[in-house]
């Protein structure tokens, strides 16, 4: 199977899409993704693990001796994130679905070596779970960039899959008195909770409250 | 490689759980899963879906004409879930984390055969969907069954990872006067939104008002 040719989305090709621009926006908002490796036994592995993406590039990381990231360094990986948009409830047991939007993401990842292209790698996942954050914390030292695996994907291969709006049901179905619609979910934030250790007089920054704010 | 041997979490062991009651209940709770296969290319692809469990089993369902689940039944797969449950603002951007409850399921998938069988996978996923809704809906025909691919896997190698708690730092990090803690994240509903075909008359029943209050 040619390269490209993977990347075309077979099942219900109609909610399938290939703007970059819906891609990227799928991939910043998911926080988290899975990624597929084959193992030294020859089996597919599926390992939730956050990702950040800068530019054209898709980045994820990890500790240097993870074993996921150095099959993934070997191959070719699959890199898939998805958001849950709803509950869809047809009137047919059979046409219920979900409302979601997914990415797969196919290529060759390579491994970051500079020091500096691993903090920039850093400060995106950083800045990526919490916007705002990186100028707070303290910076990640010549250590910890060691201990860091960083690997990165070209968005070459990527599609988009994408279901939205009510049930679609058989023509008779619609005669039928059964309740019917969509219910909506997000991902919600509760109050932030102060580490135990916090010294005293540190308030609380506005990125973290704005950050709950945006998902009440 | 052993096949009990890839179960066994090696990155952070302190993270991981085997007990079956939790990694059942990770699996009950997470509405989507990542199901890893092999292509006929040789590469590595990961695919989102919906999953519900029955017992010791664990069915997936799609299309008949589904690729995937024509290569899962092929082959081993393997399922990974994951819930998000918080951000983890640590004092120094290297231990920076999320929260989160994961499974990883390996396993030969089989094909789900008989009309009385595929129609109780169905019920299950209905249920996990939104429960008390199979007793509303009209129920499966034939011609959809037929339609309908299911695939099981039994729970015998399955593992979790789990992250609790506040951040985790370097002993000399903890005098920094930088805030730290955690944010917890969740999946909440919005309002039911009727379908724009629902016939007069047809009020919403308690299990979808319940499901959004459970979630508000």
């Known amino acids: 199977m040619g390269e490209k040719q993977r990347t075309r989305v077979r099942r219900v090709p109609k909610r399938a ?94 491994r970051i070596e500079a020091s500096k292209d691993k903090r920039g790698a850093l400060q995106a996942f950083t800045e990526k779970l919490v916007p705002g954050r990186w100028g707070d914390a303290r910076l990640p030292s010549e250590q910890e960039l060691r201990g860091t695996a960083v690997l990165r994907v070209r968005l070459d291969e990527a599609s988009a899959k994408v279901r939205t709006g009510g049930p679609v049901e058989e023509e008779a179905d619609y ?18 909770e102060p580490d135990d250790r916090l010294l005293p007089g540190v308030e609380r920054p506005d990125y973290v409250t704005n950050l709950v704010h945006a998902r009440a």
Do not use: K, M, Q
């Not at 998911?30 to 193992?39: M, P, Q, Y």
């Not at 036994?41 to 001796?65: K, M, N």
């Not at 005669?175 to 932030?192: D, F, S, Y």
């Open 17 to 110: 899409v290939y703007e970059r621009e819906v891609i990227e926006a799928i991939l910043d908002e998911a926080l988290v993704s899975h990624v597929g490796t084959i193992d030294e036994g020859g089996y597919p592995v599926v390992i939730p693990t956050l990702h950040a993406r800068v530019g054209e590039w898709l980045y994820i990381h990890g500790s240097a001796a993870s074993r996921t990231l150095r099959e993934a360094e070997r191959a070719e990986i699959c890199l898939t994130a998805t958001l849950l948009d709803g509950l869809v409830l047809a009137r047919s047991a059979f046409h219920h679905s979900v409302n979601y939007r997914s990415v797969v993401v196919f290529g060759r990842a390579e």
């Open 175 to 192: 005669e039928l008195p059964v309740w019917a619609g969509t219910i909506g979910l997000r991902i919600a934030a509760g109050p932030p």
